[in-house]
């Protein structure tokens, strides 16, 4: 009996045993798939990569970021000079996150990091390097590893910087010669460190200093007045703007005016012709938001006009087509939205011609049609460019 019991015993504890050292490793290796499964979820789907200034001193830069990510993660390079502002402060793709890496001294760097959400709405992170022994090997490496993990953190939301602290960095970019810092900038023993900017100071802001900036645009555009007894006038055309910093503009339009008849007692005058514009103003400077625009400038209406008899008087008859010119001067006002390197504008306008124009009847006196205040309204398309050689 007691014999019978052991072995119960012993073949119950043999039995245990064996179902725990079968049970472990799939558990283990259950676990272990997750784990790889959870990672490749959180993986980024594409990087891409601008290294600008003196980057030439480590030619492996780029290799050393794209072995750092997992091969799920596209890492891309693209060639560029000079750091595009509308770039950084306007993602365009949802899956990637941008990085702009700029040695701008042989011992310090700055790496801009920018990525857009599905709902359009973007997210930053700016860090600057501090590079002891410049950009040699170690350097290099420690590089490397502040855009893998800056780029890793912005895409899971763990680290971001403001707006305000980006754009402040960006007013910070030194032009031909960087100015001398005014402090030493703080770091550990180790032979590289990194942190994030700092927001910016209120004193900063009295001395904004945007590095200079051509900007071109061409587009379409439609508007419509009032014009006293000719009524409202339609008119289509082209527009070419330039523009400078970011904040004056120019901008020369020709416009077609759609033929329109209007009465003018006893005849009914048939009107078609052209205008040309040259408008110069002021724009806000965020790219990436709706902008004001207000502008000022000259135009010329270039008309025709001929008439035809509709009431019958002893007297009255038709003249000749009437060709003249209306200069006249314009202010406007307007919003713009952009999308990307496109946008659309809505506008409003009052034109104050600087002559009358009157409309002879063979057998009448003249008639003046001009009004004193033509109010309108302008609605564009457009898009721009920035022309400097990359």
């Known amino acids: 009996m007691i014999r019978t019991r052991a072995w119960r015993v012993w073949f119950f504890c043999c ?9 472990a490793p799939s558990a283990y290796a259950a676990s272990g798939a997750g784990a790889i499964e959870d990672e490749q979820s959180q993986s980024i789907h594409r990087v891409e ?3 600008l200034g003196d980057v030439d ?3 492996v830069l780029f290799e050393r970021i794209h072995s750092l990510f997992p091969s799920e993660t596209a890492v891309v390079l693209r060639e560029e000079h000079e750091l595009d502002q509308r770039a950084v402060l306007v993602p365009q793709r ?14 310090d760097a700055r790496v801009y990091l920018a990525m857009s959400e599905q709902d359009g709405q973007a997210r930053y992170l700016f860090r600057e390097v501090r590079l002891d022994s410049g950009l040699d090997e170690v350097g290099g490496e420690t590089l490397a590893e502040v855009a893998h993990s800056s780029a890793r953190a912005l895409w899971l939301h763990e680290q971001q910087s403001s707006r305000e602290s980006l754009i402040a960095a960006l007013e910070r970019e030194p032009e031909a010669s960087p ?5 030493a900038p703080v770091v550990a023993p180790s032979p590289v460190s990194a942190r994030d900017s700092a927001e910016p100071a209120q004193h900063r802001s009295s001395k904004r200093a945007a590095p200079p900036k051509f900007l071109l645009g061409v587009g379409a555009s439609g508007m419509t007045h009032s014009s006293g007894t000719e009524g409202w006038l339609q008119e289509v055309g082209a527009f ?19 033929p329109t008849d209007f009465g003018l007692p006893p005849a009914r005058v048939h009107l078609n012709g052209a205008t040309g514009e040259l408008r110069g103003g002021w724009i806000s400077s965020d790219p990436s938001r709706i ?8 135009g010329l209406l270039f008309g025709h006009a001929q008439a035809t008899i509709i009431d019958e008087q002893p007297q009255a008859h038709a003249l000749a087509g009437q060709d003249f010119q209306r200069a006249y001067a314009v202010a406007a006002g307007g919003l713009e939205l952009p999308f990307g390197p496109a946008w659309v504008a809505l506008g409003a306008d009052v034109r104050v011609p600087l002559r009358t124009t009157s409309y002879e009847v063979g057998g009448q006196s003249g008639a003046s049609t001009s009004c004193s205040l033509c109010p309108g309204g302008t609605l564009e398309v457009g898009v721009g460019f920035d022309p400097t050689p990359r």
């Open 291 to 298: 902008r004001v625009r207000l502008e000022g400038g000259l």
């Open 179 to 183: 100015a001398p810092a005014t402090a």
């Open 57 to 59: 001193r480590d030619p």
């Open 49 to 51: 990569v601008a290294m």
């Open 15 to 23: 039995c245990s045993i064996s179902g725990w050292c079968v049970a």
């Open 240 to 258: 070419f703007a330039f523009e400078y910093r970011g904040r004056l503009s120019l901008r020369a339009a020709v416009r077609y005016l759609i």
């Open 94 to 107: 949802a899956d990637t996150v941008y990085v702009w890496i700029r040695v701008t001294e042989r011992s």
